[in-house]
């Protein structure tokens, strides 16, 4: 994925424990998907946004 192994993700995991502590995690989880869910939904209303005004610029450019 990034180049990173097992051991890598193994401290990674540690080390969120460590700040959040088990009983957080779900928590932690969650919002990091939210998040995840949202950056994804942004970047695909963008994208649809600019394709129109592609299609409008286009469309445009055919009628004169």
């Known amino acids: 994925m990034f180049g990173l192994g ?3 993700l193994i401290i ?3 080390l ?3 700040i959040f502590g ?3 995690l779900p928590q932690v989880g969650g ?6 869910r949202n950056f994804k939904d942004g970047v695909k209303e963008g ?3 600019q ?3 592609e299609k409008d610029k ?3 450019g055919e009628s004169k």
């Open 6 to 8: 097992t051991t890598e």
């Open 12 to 14: 990674i995991l540690v």
């Open 16 to 18: 969120v424990m460590i």
């Open 22 to 24: 088990a009983g957080k």
């Open 31 to 36: 919002a990091l998907g939210k998040g995840l």
């Open 47 to 49: 994208n649809e946004e």
């Open 51 to 53: 394709a129109e005004k």
């Open 58 to 60: 286009i469309d445009d």
